[in-house]
């Protein structure tokens, strides 16, 4: 073959560099260029010819090497695939020469080697002999760690030619692995019991293999994670002196494996997983791990047991300690609030992924390794208490025998599998290459295309590489919400195909792990919404699937699962409803995220089920322009007072419904709940003010009003600061027109107010809007609305210190313009005294909120944890900050306002507060505001008190941003933020 046709070869064959591929070729003579082909089947030519080159100036005899490459197909395959796809394990064979030989073996790609014989060629390195109960190393330590490395290699050289040649499974490569591990713990062992001498005899010491190793699945390269559990060799021993032994032991030991010495390392040895973690002894008797596991272990501990397996030292004490705990891992799933801990397992995974590694996650991303290991232990264990067939420690294992058991349907079964072993085989190729752990698919072109090429991609290797990844990675995903929820609706619909087909027992045991309080309950619910051959029951059944998912994602599954069946029953032949959630993800997953946390939207949606299309658009609270606007054209359009009023209620309820959801998901900060429930009262009593006055002057015969008519928001409505529950405190303010006589005037006044008031409170479809007057003049004695000129008057001769303080919120919103400006005109040299505040009145304002205090407080109720008039509560705040305003709002522009953060702003800008304290009071409140609002949110209720521990609180925390499983941090979060409030509340308004 000539240089130009040769030349030509080697670019087919895809080498990368022609030039020097050629002149390696050379140096090989004629074997060189019988190997062309061989090499262009390896995942790097170019890198295996450097490597075969470099290899044959290391070996004594270069004849027999290439000798044995021209002679056998089979060897030279298993050479070349090893030094295109490994830089490590091709400096291994050019560091020891000889070991090239193993790979001549022709049965390599026929079997594997047993467990027993990898252990004995590993003691044997180390010299000791496998034969005896504890095996001790002849060799001096420095010597046998390093050949203890040597040996490793040597049997992890024929593993990856089998691997990369011979299609062998994922499967038996991982379990061979572990063997391999496992091989190596017992040898390192034998090398720590030399450096103890007979005090090694001592103790008896098991060696649990965690994760991978335990389940038979390991990586190329993986940190080795195990328990250690010892006995006192002798009955009556001291206790304490074996458990030093033990000790010494398993670190000499974690530490032979991880240490690098001349021959490198083989792997991190990694006892985290032991009772208390690493600030826990490093091995303990069976007693003692039965005591922390009966008192004080976590359930994920348990599902991490799950994979426990004895593997080196004294078996027998090891099978016992598996006996030992086996119950315990079979009975987690009873206990409350499992599979809350499992997701904070898989939550905390993925809040320690780096973003920018995220999407080259392969082991922890979305649609990872870690969600096929997830879905089938969690399964494992939930089903596992009564079924023993599928208490398996591998996961491929588990999943077919899952499969088999009929807890996964076999399509789904067959899909994941594939998917599963396509992962971990990609994983292993990354790791091959340099044998360093890493889960993270590289993003450089060379990278990808020896992967892709390693992985029989010899065409496109990259580009077919990312798109066969991509595919799994989706159908991970979509699988890993199938696995969980589908099956459940076999339990009680038909569902044709290959779905899995669970018992009504074991579809009550996955419902209750996954949260459902009342699984029988959850199960006839499931049956009436998809038992039957309509097109409503296959949506349903189509839907129902991931809404399960969402749900059980909630505080309350239960009544997210039974407010999505009254909205179904409410809208379920309407066209576009299970459509639109078939088709509009966002919408389908934002319901029942809203369902299964707030009963207070259930309640609007179950009330507005047209309110479901608002879901899948912008939650920004409209303007008070835009919604006056449309309540006005939508009450006109009504030819009857009590419909104009209940249409424009249902804009309220639609709007309340905008408001509450961008809250529940976050969308909203709390400032803007307040200004958005403000500025829907402002447009509701705008509108409503505009019907009753017609309705009135119809009734009256009247063509125009006698007077002018104004409403003044007040208390946290005046302030743009009303909670869900709230009522709309406010005063009513009229100024008879020139030559109008003063009793119609104030008569017509008081039959508008007082119509206003009913018809917003009437019973309807919405929540009532409580229209309260009791801040007038003289309270509930007093006239329901004054005349501009009576209020003056009262104010001028009666007026109450504690009446110019709750002036401070007083805004008019709505009516009469001009009358509007006129009353905050009359108002303000009250609420903001020109020469501040008298020091009798700050002593009254005093003396009121020390009353308010002792007196409002509901009995029983925790002073600590009230929202309203608690310890740092917004009572303390808000008078702190009204304080300020009353003795500094007339010198001090900025605190003539009637929000609460903007006067505490101006007060701090002004000099009147640090901004220390002004950032801890504004802190405070916008908590105490979240969680009130939260609180309301979750219960349907107004709340002044955070809710007992329950699934209330578990809502509240998730409304707040908060995990569920943490609502206790939540808590503790909230005490700390009022206690600092409380702190300046004490300086600056109690001095």
């Not at 005063?731 to 017509?748: I, K, M, N, R, T």
Request: hydrophobic letters at 45%.
């Amino acid at each position: 073959m000539n240089r130009a046709t040769l030349r030509g070869e080697v670019l087919k064959q895809g080498f990368a560099d022609a030039d020097r591929a050629l002149e390696e070729l050379a140096e090989l003579g004629a074997t060189g260029r019988e190997l062309v082909a061989i090499l262009g089947r390896s995942a790097e030519p170019g890198a295996a010819l450097t490597s075969l080159v470099r290899l044959a100036d290391a070996v004594d005899d270069r004849d027999e090497l290439l000798g044995a490459l021209a002679a056998d197909e089979g060897t030279a395959m298993r050479l070349l695939g090893v030094l295109g796809a490994s830089a490590a394990l091709a400096d291994h064979l050019v560091a020891h020469p000889d070991h090239w030989r193993v790979l001549t073996d022709p049965t390599l790609g026929t079997s594997r080697p047993a467990a027993w014989a990898i252990r004995a060629a590993l003691i044997e390195a180390v010299g000791a002999d496998p034969h005896t109960p504890e095996p001790v190393a002849t060799l001096p330590e420095a010597q046998a760690v390093d050949a203890l490395r040597v040996a490793y290699r040597r049997l992890l050289l024929p593993l990856a030619a089998r691997d990369l040649t011979h299609q062998a499974g994922v499967d038996d490569v991982a379990a061979e692995l572990s063997d391999l591990a496992a091989g190596t713990l017992d040898a390192a062992l034998s090398v720590a019991r030399a450096s103890l001498g007979e005090a090694a005899h001592s103790v008896r010491l098991a060696v649990i293999a965690m994760g991978k190793c335990g389940g038979h699945e390991l990586n190329y390269v993986s940190d080795v994670d195990v328990i250690f559990v010892h006995a006192p060799r002798e009955e009556g021993a001291d206790e304490t002196a074996a458990a030093r032994t033990a000790a010494k032991l398993a670190a000499h030991l974690m530490q032979i494996c991880s240490a690098h010495t001349s021959e490198g390392t083989i792997w991190p040895v990694d006892a985290a997983l032991r009772p208390e973690g690493k600030a826990g002894a490093l091995s303990r008797t069976i007693t003692g791990h039965r005591g922390y596991y009966e008192r004080w272990a976590e359930a994920w501990e348990f599902q991490a047991l799950l994979k426990a397996r004895p593997v080196a030292g004294d078996l027998e004490l090891g099978r016992e300690f598996v006996e030992m705990v086996s119950p315990m891992v079979w009975s987690v799933a009873d206990r409350e609030g499992f599979v809350d801990a499992a997701r904070a397992m898989r939550r905390r995974v993925i809040e320690h992924i780096p973003a920018k590694e995220a999407d080259r996650q392969l082991k922890l991303g979305v649609g990872g390794l870690r969600d096929v290991e997830f879905a089938v232990q969690l399964l494992q264990l939930v089903h596992g208490r009564a079924d023993e067939r599928i208490r398996m420690s591998a996961t491929l294992s588990a999943l077919a025998e899952l499969t088999r058991a009929g807890y996964v349907g076999r399509e789904d079964g067959d899909a994941l599998h594939h998917a599963y072993a396509f992962l971990r085989q990609l994983e292993h190729r990354i790791q091959l290459h340099r044998l360093r752990r890493t889960h993270l698919v590289p993003d450089d072109e060379a990278s990808l295309r020896r992967l892709g090429r390693s992985l029989g991609f010899l065409k496109e290797p990259d580009a077919r590489l990312i798109r066969t990844w991509q595919h799994h990675r989706r159908e991970v995903s979509r699988l890993h919400q199938k696995l969980f929820y589908r099956p459940l609706l076999s339990a009680v619909a038909r569902i044709s195909g290959d779905e899995a087909r669970l018992s009504s027992e074991a579809a009550r045991a996955r419902l209750a792990a996954l949260g459902y309080a009342d699984p029988a309950a959850a199960l006839r619910t499931l049956e009436s919404m998809t038992s039957g051959v309509t097109r409503t029951a296959n949506i349903q059944r189509a839907l129902l699937p991931a809404m399960l998912q969402w749900f059980a994602e909630g505080a309350d599954p239960d009544a997210g699962l039974f407010g999505f069946r009254r909205i179904s029953e409410a809208l379920g032949r309407t066209p576009w409803f299970l459509t639109t959630l078939r088709d509009e993800g966002e919408i389908a997953e934002r319901l029942a995220h809203l369902l299964a946390t707030s009963r207070y939207c259930s309640d609007l949606l179950e009330r507005e089920p047209q309110g479901i299309k608002l879901l899948g658009g912008d939650l920004a609270p409209k303007t008070s322009e835009a919604l006056t606007e449309e309540m006005l054209a939508t009450g006109r359009r009504q030819g009857d007072p009590d419909r104009a009023i209940k249409a424009v209620r249902a804009v309220r309820r639609r709007e309340l419904l905008r408001t509450a959801a961008g809250d529940v998901l976050g969308l909203i900060d709390v400032a803007d709940v307040g200004n958005a429930l403000s500025r829907i009262t402002d447009a509701t009593l705008e509108a409503t003010l505009a019907v009753v006055e017609d309705a009135v002057r119809a009734q009256r015969g009247l063509a125009a009003a006698p007077t002018r008519l104004a409403i003044v928001a007040m208390g946290r409505y005046g302030g743009f600061e009303l909670s869900y529950g709230s009522d709309a405190d406010v005063l009513f303010v009229h100024d008879p027109l020139d030559g109008v006589d003063q009793h119609e005037a104030a008569s017509y006044a008081k039959a508008v107010a007082e119509e206003v008031r009913r018809t917003l409170a009437l019973p309807g479809g919405d929540p009532p809007l409580v229209v309260d007057a009791d801040l007038r003049p003289e309270g509930k004695q007093g006239a329901l609305v004054r005349s501009l000129d009576s209020y003056a008057a009262y104010y001028a001769k009666w007026s109450k210190v504690w009446e110019a303080q709750a002036l401070l919120r007083a805004d008019a919103v709505v009516g009469d313009r001009e009358l509007r400006d006129r009353f905050t005109t009359l108002i303000d040299p009250l609420r903001y005294p020109p020469s501040g505040l008298a020091e009798d009145d700050v002593i009254e304002v005093r003396r009121i909120k020390a009353r308010v205090d002792q007196e409002r407080l509901p009995r029983g109720a925790d002073p600590s944890l009230h929202l309203k008039l608690g310890r740092g509560g917004l009572a303390d705040i808000e008078w702190t900050v009204q304080l300020l305003q009353l003795r500094h709002g007339a010198e001090v522009a900025g605190l003539r306002t009637t929000q609460t953060l903007s006067a505490l702003a101006s007060a701090a800008e002004a000099g009147l507060l640090t901004r220390d304290d002004a950032e801890v009071l504004a802190t405070a409140w916008r908590t105490v505001s979240r969680v009130r609002n939260a609180a309301t949110l979750a219960r349907g209720k107004p709340v002044d008190q955070m809710p007992r521990p329950s699934r209330e609180r578990r809502a509240v925390a998730g409304i707040l941003g908060y995990p569920l499983d943490q609502s206790d941090a939540m808590v503790n979060d909230y005490l700390r933020v009022t206690r600092r409030a409380r702190a300046v509340v004490d300086r600056v308004f109690w001095e």
